[in-house]
Every structure is written in C-alpha cells, then in structure tokens.
C-alpha cells in the first residue's frame, strides 16, 4: 500500500498530568497577577509577599507540562532510535511491542525488518496516552508505510496471548508502571521472558520501577543485563534495561 501523507502522531502520556501542570501553573500566574495588582494599588498591601513564590511555582509547572510535551513529541522518538540502533537487525526477526499505545518502538522496528512481523498489544488505555486506540495506531503504521509487517493486537501484559519461545526481540516502552501491583508486574516480566526465544533481545524503557525490573529479570537467568543511565526526557528518570535470554 502507498504511504499516506499523514504524519504520524505517537500520542502525549499521561495527558491528564500534563494538563493538571499547564492548569496549575495557570493558575499561579493568575494569583500572582492578581497578588500584584492588589498589593500595587494598595488595595491589600499584604499580598506583594505572594507575588513572587505564585510566579515561581506558576513557571515551574508551566515549565514541567511544557517538558512533558517535549518528552512526547520529541525526546521519546530520539531515545527510541537509540534504543533499537543497538539491536543488530537481520531483518527477518518476530518481534513483540507490550503496550504499543501509538506504536512509537513498534512501527520503529517494522522500519528495521524485511521479511519478520511487528506485533503490537496493548489494553489502549486513554490515561496512558492520550487519544489511544488500535485505529490510531493503525492510522501511524499507515502513515509510516508498514502495513505488510505490522499487527496490532488488543492484549495483556500479564498474560501473553503467544506461545513459549515465539519472538526473537521484546520491546516496551512507558507502559510496565501502569501496572500499579508488583506481583503483577513480575508476571508481566515472567511473560515476557517466556514468549522470547532463546538467544532473543529484550529492551524495557520506563520510568519506575527498573532496579525490580532487573532484580526479577536476574532471577530468570536473563544474560548481557544492563540498565542506561538516567535519561530525564520526562524530567523523572527514564531507565533501559536490555538483556539476552539464554
Ligand atoms: C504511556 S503509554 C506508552 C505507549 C508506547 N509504548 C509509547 O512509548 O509511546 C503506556 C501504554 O501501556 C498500555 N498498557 C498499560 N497497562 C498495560 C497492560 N497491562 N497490558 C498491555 N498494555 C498496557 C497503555 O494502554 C498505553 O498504551
């Protein structure tokens, strides 16, 4: 099929966090205004005391949510061509996004493979990602000209609609923290590991809980264990993790 002229869009995260910021730091430049004109006028001298911590506060939030979007549109992509220029492609590789969202690492490895197949699932919650769904998803496999090696799939992390041993890369990107019980997140990892052939790539990027991530990881053996340094694209760290199944 003939690529679209659409752009793809990869989706915001958390995008009701973003807005609370944008909102809260409205806010603070309101009060702030409002501190201002009041004390200004000598209506209630009182309140010049507040300009400047409402200002602060308002800026830092402002700045937090500007950020966010930044992490989003721009920074995420970058980290993710980082992360699989360091998977030595052959081109013919089964390969498993878990919580695809948008397709952001999915849609980059179907770039990468000739022959293989893309597979992406996801539970396409609107909290996560704002504006998440298969048909959006699609609509960026489209757009970047993959139809013939994407599949999108709806699916649970904690339970892995595959067979032992079925892919030759795992990736997940932002999307294990949603998981909120750590039991249920070592089950997420066990799956993982289980449909990953031996001798296949993993890389998990998030921003909590990685140090488990690898603690568990370790427990099954997983070989060629790293984890990054921080990347603060969301201003809290983002850590990859990248391991070898034996
Ligand atoms: C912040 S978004 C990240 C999406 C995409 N990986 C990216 O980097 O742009 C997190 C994604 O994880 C998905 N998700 C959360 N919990 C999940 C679960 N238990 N199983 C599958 N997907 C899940 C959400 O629906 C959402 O699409």
């Known amino acids: 099929m003939a690529p679209t002229n659409r752009k793809p869009n990869y989706g915001i995260d958390a995008p009701k966090v973003v807005l609370r910021f944008f909102l809260i730091g409205i806010g603070g430049l309101l009060f702030a205004s409002c501190a201002w004109l009041t004390s ?12 400047r911590p409402l200002l602060t506060m308002g800026l830092a939030f402002l700045v937090q949510g500007a950020v966010m979007v930044w992490g989003s549109k721009v920074a995420k992509l970058r980290l993710r061509d980082k992360v699989l220029n360091a998977i030595p492609w052959r081109g013919d590789e089964w ?3 878990v919580g695809c969202g948008h397709g952001l690492m ?6 990468r493979l000739r022959r293989g197949s893309a597979i992406g699932i996801d539970l396409w919650q609107q909290e996560d990602q704002a504006g998440n769904s298969p048909e959006a998803t699609w609509r960026n496999v489209e757009a970047e000209d993959v139809t013939d090696r994407v599949e999108l799939r709806n699916g649970d992390a904690r339970e892995l609609p595959f067979a032992d041993n079925t892919f030759d890369v795992v990736l997940s990107s932002w999307a294990l923290h949603n998981i909120y019980d750590r039991a249920e997140r070592a089950t997420a990892l066990r799956e993982i590991v289980r449909v990953l052939k031996p001798g296949g790539r993993l ?3 998030d921003i909590r809980h990685t140090g488990e991530y690898a603690q568990i990881l370790q427990e099954h053996k997983m070989l060629n264990l790293i984890r990054s340094r921080p990347n603060f694209l969301f201003v809290i760290p983002t850590f990859t993790l990248t391991a070898t199944k034996p």
């Open 203 to 205: 890389a998990i990027i």
């Open 95 to 97: 390969v498993l996004d």
């Open 40 to 51: 200004h006028n000598g209506w209630l001298p009182g309140t010049r005391s507040l300009v």
């Open 106 to 111: 999915l849609i980059g490895a179907a770039k």
